[in-house]
């Protein structure tokens, strides 16, 4: 029998059940948008309603499929319960699971909270990563096979691999101290739960996004300036909706199906923080 290689087949989602946690704004609306234009039927999940229903106006523009939202907060345990107790109010299976809900936090070396600090950052960032998707697995894992797997997406950085706490991102003598580690830990996560969850037919990949034109990188790029960030990206801009959509769109496609366990970094090069032409005027 003759492999159908047909880019409509290897990238098919359409019908395909997404829920997005923090897919209200930033690359979580955009992956979302994604999604929906794509034929899936999506739900996004986030704190703020007012932000979630706006987001949904925007969605359904290009929609193809369903677009719904619900009110969580995955901050706690029971928080991700909550979440998962209402998808399940609303459908019994759940084919991507994109865990992207993420919190930052700067300040200074010698005074840095411990419950905003630290606390939360690794709540939302790292333990609802684990909670959202072990509460899933049921449905991720129905009906799944090694040619159709349940996915789960987890959004790391690529503050993972670099560990500058001080920098652009964060005011003048401060430091995000606890996010490079939570990000860090998203990636181990992310390699151990593909082990767990590799027999249930269930892939779980990272994505590490460098920047994106988001709430939690406005301020870092207003105090910069949008130039010295391009400044430092050897592709001369930030990441844009195509690139973060693109790669969820292929990590819960066909195309896909026999790759779990990967950390895809996604950051236009600036982990090497000079532009190529600069580099290579020197050689």
């Known amino acids: 029998m003759t492999s159908d290689l047909s880019i409509s087949s290897l990238f098919n989602v ?7 946690t923090g897919g209200g704004s930033g690359i979580g609306k955009m992956m979302a948008t994604g999604f929906a ?19 949904i106006v925007d969605i359904k523009k290009v929609a193809k499929g369903n677009v719904d939202y619900i009110v969580a907060n995955v901050g706690s345990k029971s928080g991700c319960d909550n979440l998962i107790k209402e998808f399940r109010k609303r459908e019994s299976k759940l084919h991507v699971l994109v865990n992207n809900s993420g919190v930052t936090w700067g300040g200074p070396f010698h005074d840095f909270p411990e419950d905003k600090g630290w606390d939360n950052v690794f709540n939302v ?9 072990a509460g ?16 789960v997406i987890n959004i790391s950085s690529t503050a993972s691999v670099y560990p500058v706490s001080e920098g652009s991102l964060s005011d003048v003598g401060n430091g995000t101290w606890s996010y490079q580690p939570s990000k860090a830990a998203v990636n181990h996560l992310t390699s151990a739960l593909a082990l767990k969850l590799a027999p249930q ?8 996004p460098g920047v994106f034109p988001s709430k939690m990188t406005a301020f870092g790029i207003r105090k910069a300036g949008k130039e010295a960030f ?3 990206q050897p592709t001369g801009r930030f990441g844009q909706p195509e690139d973060i959509a693109g790669l969820a769109l292929f990590l819960a496609s066909p195309a896909s199906a026999h790759v779990t366990g990967t950390h895809t970094l996604l950051d236009g090069g600036s982990r090497y923080q000079k532009r190529t032409s600069k580099l290579t005027a020197k050689l």
């Open 14 to 20: 359409k019908g395909k059940i997404v829920l997005v």
């Open 37 to 55: 234009q794509n034929g899936a039927n999506v739900y996004i999940a986030a704190r703020k309603e007012k932000q979630l229903q706006e987001a």
């Open 125 to 133: 960032n790292v333990k609802s990563i684990f909670y959202m998707t």
């Open 136 to 151: 899933l697995t049921d449905l991720l894992a129905k009906n799944a096979t090694n040619v159709d797997p349940g996915r």
């Open 201 to 208: 037919q269930i892939t779980v990949n990272a994505i590490l």
């Open 230 to 232: 391009n400044d430092r």
